[in-house]
C-alpha cells in the first residue's frame, strides 16, 4: 500500500471533506500501563492496561479553503485554524487507501490542539502542520454513515 493513498478527512458541512494536499500524516495510539507490586505476587511487577489516548498529526501545502474562488470541497491550515480558534471538536477520517472502497477507515472525534503555517519567501511554497488530539474512541465504523 502506498502511503500517498492514506487520507485524513473532518466532517464539515455535512460532507467528509479531505485534508488537502498533505505531504504526511500520521495516526499515533498509546495505552498507558498501570504497575503495581504486591504481597499476592512479591518480587513481580504486574502490569494492567489504563488508558487509551491517541492524535493524528499532518503536514501539508497550504491552499485556500475558505475565501471565494478557494477550494471550499476541501479543508486546509485556514479552515482547521476557524475551527481551533472556536475550540471546535471535529469528527474526522483516516482512510487508509482511497483507491480501494474496502480499504480500512478509522474514525473519532478530536481537538485542534497545535496548528501551524511556514509562510516561506521567495518560490518557497506555504506550509502547515496540524495536530489532532483524540477524544473518546476511535472506531471502525462511520459515525456519519448517510454520507
Same mark, same amino acid.
Given at each position: 500500500? /502506498?502511503?500517498?493513498?492514506?487520507?485524513?478527512? #473532518?466532517?464539515?458541512?455535512?460532507?467528509? /471533506?479531505?485534508?488537502?494536499?498533505?505531504?504526511?500524516?500520521?495516526?499515533?495510539?498509546?495505552?498507558?500501563?498501570?504497575?503495581?507490586?504486591?504481597?499476592?505476587?512479591?518480587?513481580?511487577?504486574?502490569?494492567?492496561?489504563? &488508558?487509551?489516548? $491517541?492524535?493524528?498529526?499532518?503536514?501539508?501545502? $497550504?491552499?485556500?479553503?475558505?475565501?471565494?474562488?478557494?477550494?471550499?470541497?476541501?479543508?486546509?491550515?485556514?479552515?482547521?485554524?476557524?475551527?481551533?480558534?472556536?475550540?471546535?471538536?471535529?469528527?474526522?477520517?483516516?482512510?487508509?487507501?482511497? &483507491?480501494?472502497?474496502?480499504?480500512?477507515?478509522?474514525?473519532?472525534?478530536?481537538?485542534?490542539?497545535?496548528?501551524?503555517?511556514?509562510?516561506?519567501?521567495?518560490?518557497?511554497?506555504?506550509?502547515?502542520?496540524?495536530?489532532?488530539?483524540?477524544?473518546?474512541? #476511535?472506531?471502525?465504523?462511520?459515525?456519519?454513515?448517510?454520507?
Amino acid at each position: 500500500m /502506498k502511503g500517498e493513498n492514506g487520507i485524513i478527512y #473532518i466532517y464539515e458541512g455535512a460532507a467528509w /471533506k479531505p485534508i488537502a494536499c498533505l505531504t504526511s500524516n500520521s495516526l499515533n495510539t498509546t495505552v498507558s500501563v498501570i504497575t503495581s507490586n504486591t504481597k499476592c505476587f512479591p518480587g513481580v511487577t504486574k502490569k494492567t492496561a489504563g &488508558t487509551f489516548d $491517541y492524535n493524528l498529526s499532518m503536514d501539508g501545502e $497550504y491552499i485556500d479553503t475558505t475565501t471565494a474562488g478557494g477550494d471550499t470541497a476541501k479543508v486546509s491550515h485556514d479552515k482547521l485554524f476557524l475551527l481551533q480558534q472556536a475550540k471546535t471538536l471535529v469528527d474526522w477520517k483516516l482512510d487508509t487507501n482511497v &483507491t480501494n472502497a474496502t480499504s480500512t477507515k478509522y474514525f473519532g472525534t478530536a481537538l485542534i490542539t497545535d496548528l501551524a503555517a511556514d509562510f516561506g519567501s521567495g518560490d518557497e511554497v506555504t506550509t502547515f502542520t496540524a495536530t489532532f488530539d483524540g477524544d473518546g474512541a #476511535i472506531s471502525l465504523t462511520n459515525t456519519h454513515p448517510s454520507v
